[in-house]
């Protein structure tokens, strides 16, 4: 079954060092996002992506953010400099269509601990 | 702008006993929503969702929920509970204006089967 991959499973890293996180989503689709989880809350949105544009970004998504996809397949989630706060679990989730029933699959999270 | 309320942060059933897991929402439009499951160490995986068609929504793995527009609400059943269920369990919202299927996700719930 095909499914969403993401690497590295955990990072750990100095605070202020810039990190990558990628993501390959399903081939066929065509809809990407971002979600994170700072461990004990809620799983929070950051960024949709389509059309090799973000297409909706939170207020999370602040200038040390940036994505992009850089040769069709892969999906990465760039932190320019670290902070402490940005240690948290980092979701890549894909979806074939833009209708709104459309089931978003889940990559299996990229852990973040930043020291 | 849309919300969900998990209430509970953990749930402790016996195995074969009733799951119960509560969602309640707040959105300014009709919704779509949404049950994910994640497993230890896996990624988030769609249970079950409501898009306006039947009320009562069935699942995987025996699961089902009922949306409940006069209560706001969308609770996650089974009527008896196996070890394997043991996992966080999250509701999200989308609301059906969005272009991109933006998921607000609940805080979750854990959900412990003994034996």
């Known amino acids: 079954e095909p499914e969403v991959t993401q690497t590295p499973s955990h990072q750990v890293t100095q605070m202020g060092q810039e990190v990558i996180l990628r993501c390959v989503p399903i081939s066929n689709h065509l809809y990407f996002y971002w979600y994170r989880q700072i461990l004990g809350q809620k799983v929070e949105f950051l960024v949709s992506?389509?059309?090799?544009?973000?297409?909706?970004k939170s207020e999370i998504f602040d200038d040390q953010f940036s994505v992009e996809r850089p040769d069709g397949s892969n999906f990465t989630l760039k932190i320019r400099s670290t902070k402490l706060e940005d240690s948290a679990m980092y979701f890549c989730?894909?979806?074939?269509?833009?209708?709104?029933?459309?089931?978003?699959?889940f990559g299996e999270g990229s852990r973040l601990t930043v020291l | 702008a849309q919300s969900v309320t998990q209430l509970g942060s953990h749930v402790s059933v016996s195995e074969g006993a009733l799951v119960l897991l509560r969602c309640n929402y707040s959105?300014?439009?009709?919704?779509?929503l949404f049950w994910y499951v994640q497993y230890p160490n896996q990624g988030l995986q769609l249970l079950l969702k409501?898009?306006?068609?039947?009320?009562l929504v069935k699942g995987i793995n025996g699961f089902e929920a009922e949306f409940k527009k006069s209560e706001t609400s969308f609770h996650l059943t089974k009527p008896s509970a196996h070890m394997s269920d043991a996992a966080e369990y999250f509701c999200?919202?989308?609301?059906?204006?969005?272009?991109?299927?933006?998921?607000?996700f609940g805080t979750g719930t854990r959900l412990l089967v003994s034996p």
């Open positions: 959105s300014s439009v009709p919704p779509y």
């Open positions: 989730a894909s979806r074939t269509s833009g209708a709104h029933t459309g089931e978003l699959f």
């Open positions: 999200a919202v989308s609301d059906r204006n969005t272009g991109f299927q933006k998921l607000v």
């Open positions: 409501y898009t306006s068609a039947a009320t």
């Open positions: 992506f389509y059309n090799n544009e973000i297409s909706e």
